[in-house]
């Protein structure tokens, strides 16, 4: 396996640092402004980020996230990897590239089984970043980790669906620029039980669609993107509207979660890198007890541990990314699950250390440390929680065990 990067690359690389020092890390605070200036933080997108979004499309960098050449930028996941660790450095800067959740899992989706008139109304619009969109599978009366579980009903109707259901976490519902969703339901609860779903897309202004309330996630809003719980009432769409095709919808949440997982691992990294250099100018600047903090044997210990931990994550998501390129995303579903279980918990380990040296300091918003322990929190649990994914692993890990006996017998 090689790692290293190449011209290209090392190039975007070079490109990304320079933007998100000359415009990212000057503007969040400027973003959060803005934002608070607004008549409801839910009103509209802070005009700051139209202004960095134009800027990063003048410089190519943008959907960097697809590997399809058609639409992106025709990286591979191994290429996209240390990309994405930058954009993760700050919770504004994915948005800012076009690389920002649920839109990149949604695209990739149209991409990969959108039909031309889907791609046509919804994809190209997304592409340009002209409209945002949200993810509907969660539901808050069953245990959603079980896709399976999923209740919201699709029914076919003549030439439509009509949906009922309740969802919630609906990341982007609640940006005055989200268009469209994409819905998971069922369409046949007779079916096999892993061809009962179906991904149906469903437009914001669909009659019987309602966002019933944003939900805060530890205390904050995360507006104008927002997570919402959603209420789907006799909503009725046309049936071209389906994805792929009834009971398509599982093995659709397959394909769609591989790369979303591992792009969440991506920029965790970012921010756990962020992190510790906020950690290590932070102790060489503060004393205690008659010497600086550095100095203190703890402090070292924590640098220490916390360099080892990233790399550690790091190569894990590379192998995971070469896995992808290599054998495909099917394949490489043990490597996803492993990095998806470290990389959330590494970030954790990480951003606490940091808090804890910044004090008082730590906990607030006058740095982004708290905001970004909040965020790496919630990717214990987003896109299946560590549980699933041990569980997960621990049944592969057996199934090879028992292949290895079976073939020296």
């Known amino acids: 396996m090689d790692f290293s990067y190449s011209p290209k690359v090392k190039e975007l690389q070079q490109k990304l640092h320079r ?114 969109s949200c993810f509907s599978m969660t539901e808050p009366h069953v245990a959603s980790a079980d896709a399976t579980n999923i209740e919201t009903d699709i029914r076919k109707d003549g030439n439509e669906y009509v949906i009922n259901g309740r969802k919630w976490w609906s990341s982007g519902a609640g940006d005055p620029r989200c268009k469209i969703s994409i819905l998971m339901g069922k369409t046949d609860k007779h079916a096999d039980r892993y061809e009962q779903q179906s991904m149906i897309l469903v437009p914001f202004d669909t009659p019987g669609v309602k966002v019933e309330r944003m939900l805060p996630v530890f205390g904050y809003d995360h507006a104008p993107h927002g997570h919402a719980e959603m209420t789907f009432e006799n909503v009725r769409v046309p049936a071209e509207n389906i ?3 009834d009971g398509k919808g599982f093995a659709i949440a397959q394909g769609r979660l591989g790369p979303g997982r591992i792009h969440h691992c991506m920029r965790l990294i970012g921010a756990a890198e962020r992190a510790l250099e906020e950690l290590c100018k932070r102790v060489q600047n503060r004393e205690t007890f008659g010497k600086s903090l550095s100095n203190q044997g703890v402090i070292k210990e924590w640098i220490a541990d916390s360099r080892i931990e990233i790399e550690q994550a790091r190569l894990l998501t590379l192998k995971a990314a070469y896995m992808m390129d290599t054998v495909g995303n099917k394949q490489a579903k ?17 951003l606490d250390r940091a808090i804890q040296a910044f004090g008082g300091a730590g906990v607030s918003d006058d740095f982004p440390l708290a905001a970004q322990w909040a965020n790496a929190r919630t990717l214990r649990i987003a896109d299946g929680p560590d549980e699933v994914h041990r569980a997960q692993l621990a049944k592969l890990e057996l199934q090879k065990q028992k292949d290895s006996l079976y073939s020296l017998h």
């Not at 043990?334 to 990480?350: G, N, Y």
């Open 19 to 132: 933007f998100m020092e000359e415009h990212i890390y000057p503007n969040e605070k400027r973003y959060e402004q803005q934002l608070n200036e607004q008549k409801s933080r839910w009103s509209d997108v802070p005009p700051i980020m139209e202004e960095l979004k134009q800027k990063a499309k003048a410089q190519g960098l943008w959907n960097l996230f697809l590997p399809d050449s058609e639409y992106g930028a025709g990286l591979t996941n191994i290429e996209y990897a240390p990309l994405c660790e930058i954009m993760g450095r700050s919770l504004i800067a994915p948005e800012v590239f076009n690389c920002n959740a649920p839109d990149t899992g949604n695209m990739e989706v149209l991409v990969r089984y959108g039909t031309e008139e889907q791609k046509e109304q919804w994809l190209f619009p997304l592409l340009n970043g002209d409209i945002r």
């Open 243 to 245: 994805i792929w095709g």
């Open 334 to 350: 043990a490597e996803i699950a492993m990095i998806k279980v470290v990389a959330p918990s590494m970030a954790l380990r990480v």
